[in-house]
């Protein structure tokens, strides 16, 4: 670690021995090391997720204007663009990741 600047100010944080961790048994001291590129991969598979959840709330929607039941398509449009903006907030937040 270079002296006076934090592991955020490096990019990648690491997470020492546990407290309770025995000298006699240096397995249980590993280190590890999180980069923010591994911190957001979660929020690069949220992002299909999303758009899935989505994409099943337009078929569903379809489905119930079809059946005509049009409060249930309604709701579920209003769920669908609920989810795409979602969706195109998470993409702009994963292209930030990726400038950095």
């Not at 049009?70 to 292209?95: D, H, N, T, Y």
Request: aromatic share 10%; glycine share 10%; net charge positive.
């Amino acid at each position: 670690m270079v002296e006076g600047t934090s592991p955020a100010q490096q990019g990648s944080v690491q997470l020492g021995p546990h407290p309770h961790a025995s000298s006699d048994n240096p397995g249980t001291a590993a280190q590890l090391q999180f980069s923010p590129r591994q911190a957001a991969r979660p929020s690069l598979i949220a992002t299909g997720f999303t758009l899935a959840f989505a994409f099943g709330c337009l078929l569903s929607s379809v489905y119930g204007f079809l059946i005509g039941a049009w409060p249930f398509g309604v709701v579920e449009i209003i769920w669908c663009g609920v989810a795409l903006r979602k969706f195109q907030l998470r993409q702009a937040q994963a292209m930030a990741v990726r400038v950095d």
